[in-house]
């Protein structure tokens, strides 16, 4: 998504209609969002035009701008799971949940059968950056191992659709560390997963990498949503 004053009223549209601020049905009209936003008729296009990649809207000849029913919008937009994280907060993460555990494991297994040699190398290279980081407690230089750990085992799973999805892990990992869910030194039993992942994955071993992923993606994931239970029951 681009930014300046056209990424910012996308940003602040997506938000209101994530939360329903705009319920489906409603109609937003360009007149309106140029006096509101101060903004020309091109710029309102090229809003609209972002906000309807990604189903959120549809424009109408005659009637407007019309926001789409929730079903129709495209959840695995990286734009859209931030703006849920931040409106929809405990349902997008129990949603986020149970996609990760039900493809990442797989995805695991999968690339111990199918991984090429330099990717293997390098999911290697990051399980031991991110030992080293997680013991000099650097949380974000973790996030990003963490991110590009998790992205590489998608895609060398060898599905392009696992593949799609590094985008949504991506946000999910930052918005754990954005809430402070991550402690201060990652858990070594995370850290060490991660590594055996690795490992298994080198040897072949699809079987223990998907079980090792499927440990790694509870392990990270129920402290989240203890933290969401916690903020839920105040």
Known sequence: MSGGLH??????LG?????????????????????RFGISRTVVREVVRTLASIRLVV??????????PREDWNTFDPALIRWLLETDRANQVKTLVELRTAVEPVAAGAAAQRAHAEDVTELIRIGERMNEL????????????????HSLVLRASGNEMFAQLHEVVREVLRWRTEQGLMPAHPEPLAVGLHGEIARCIEEGRYGRAETAMRELVAEALHGTLRF??????K
Do not use: C, K, M, N
Not at 7 to 12: D, K, L, S, T, Y
Not at 137 to 143: H, K, S
């Open 15 to 35: 938000r209101e209609i994530s939360a329903g601020v705009h319920p489906p049905g409603s109609v937003l009209r360009g007149e309106d969002l140029e006096q």
């Open 228 to 233: 969401l239970e916690s903020t839920e029951e």
């Open 7 to 12: 990424g910012e009223i996308v940003e602040i």
């Open 134 to 149: 997680a013991e000099a407690g650097d949380l974000e230089g973790f996030l990003e191992a963490d991110v590009a750990f």
């Open 59 to 68: 424009g109408r000849q005659r009637v407007g701008i019309v926001v789409r």
